[in-house]
């Protein structure tokens, strides 16, 4: 017998949002409801699926017509809670990209009501469905402890990418909005306890908020003695030169992403690029009776990655058959909100100028 498609409402049109939703228009499980945004990026995403996608400028408008099975949260982060909540009062399944909330509080607020309403929730952690990434952790693990992680992600950022920052930054710092996917990548590695955070935070231009930053660096510390570092920056000044840096070393040796072409110039602030790998280099830290090095490093291939929409779809199918099978998604929004919440404490960090214990 085969079920009836989850009917689900796209809500949010942008980079994300479109992705997202062609993964819903190429799924047979899905059928898309509705497509909304406040302008006119729900026109452009609509002809871009073919056409015949009711339209609707707002969210409450939206669920009142079409009363979706399930919802799909890809606005701006300070609507995330809200319109997650609802969306579960609602008796909707919800997927949200990152991050969960725009506070911590917020987000415990959507897991709880996730919980009460007993539907699925999912979190837009696109690198947990990269087999690239998935491999990458893995391996992290053959490194012994403790481990030394090093991930940056800084955008060189104009036009349409610039006001994109722009307005992320009127309820997020740059280490927030983009640090959860990587915090959340060594807390996976080190499989530790986070103890302690410090940051530091840069205002380089006069159009985001007061009390915001556009540069971040975060360093994080383990239970287990692993320490990492995280930075991120946004904007039209922001470097290009190591904009593309990820990397772990532990005392058996080291395991690197090396993203020859993404990793180009020109490239830092195209969505695309940010979810490529290429190849993993492989050292191992082992000395002969000569202390030369013992093995050869090793490069592992990785070009036939999944490109950025088939990564999305990826995330889709996670969501279908966890509505479809009941999975238990616990630790994975509870995962989500601990990442958010080592994020939030580096920007407590940065503007104290203070070590943050957890």
Aim: hydrophobic share 35%; with cysteine.
């Amino acid at each position: 017998m085969t079920q009836e498609p989850i009917k689900i409402l796209v809500v949010g049109c942008g980079n994300m949002g479109a992705s997202h939703a062609l993964a819903y228009h190429q799924l047979e499980g899905f059928e898309i409801v509705g497509l909304v945004s406040g302008g006119k990026t729900k026109e452009a995403l609509n002809e871009k699926l073919g056409g015949g996608y009711p339209l609707f400028d707002d969210y409450y408008s939206a669920m009142d017509t079409t009363k979706p099975d399930a919802v799909s949260i890809n606005t701006y982060p300070d609507t995330h809670e809200t319109f997650a909540v609802d969306a579960f009062g609602r008796g909707c399944h919800v997927f949200v990209e990152k991050p969960l909330a725009d506070t911590v509080e917020g987000a415990r607020r959507v897991v709880n009501a996730a919980k009460k309403s007993h539907k699925k929730l999912v979190v837009g952690y696109i690198l947990r469905q990269h087999p690239s990434w998935i491999k990458f952790i893995a391996m992290s693990q053959e490194l012994g402890k403790p481990l030394v992680m090093r991930m940056n992600l800084n955008q060189q950022s104009e036009g349409n990418m610039w006001t994109l920052h722009r307005n992320l930054m009127k309820s997020l710092s740059p280490i927030v909005d983009c640090g959860v996917h990587y915090i959340d990548v060594m807390c996976q590695m080190t499989r530790s306890k986070p103890t302690q955070v410090y940051a530091i935070g840069a205002k380089l231009t006069e159009e985001i908020p007061d009390g915001n930053y556009n540069y971040g660096n975060l360093q994080i510390r383990f239970e287990d003695g692993s320490v990492g570092w995280y930075e991120a920056g946004w904007g039209p000044m922001v470097s290009e030169t190591a904009f593309f840096i990820k990397d772990v070393f532990g005392p058996n040796g080291s395991v690197s992403i090396v993203a020859r072409e993404a990793g180009g110039s020109g490239k830092s602030d195209s969505i695309e690029s940010h979810t490529k790998t290429e190849s993993l280099l492989y050292h191992r830290a082992a000395l002969d009776a000569e202390e030369k090095f013992a093995h050869e490093d090793e490069w592992i291939d990785l070009s036939d990655e999944p490109d950025h929409n088939a990564l999305c779809k990826r995330e889709q199918e996670y969501f279908l058959k966890a509505i479809h099978q009941d999975t238990d998604l616990s630790d994975h929004m509870e995962d989500a909100v601990n990442s958010l919440r080592i994020a939030f404490a580096c920007d407590e960090s940065v503007r104290t100028g203070k070590v943050v214990n957890l």
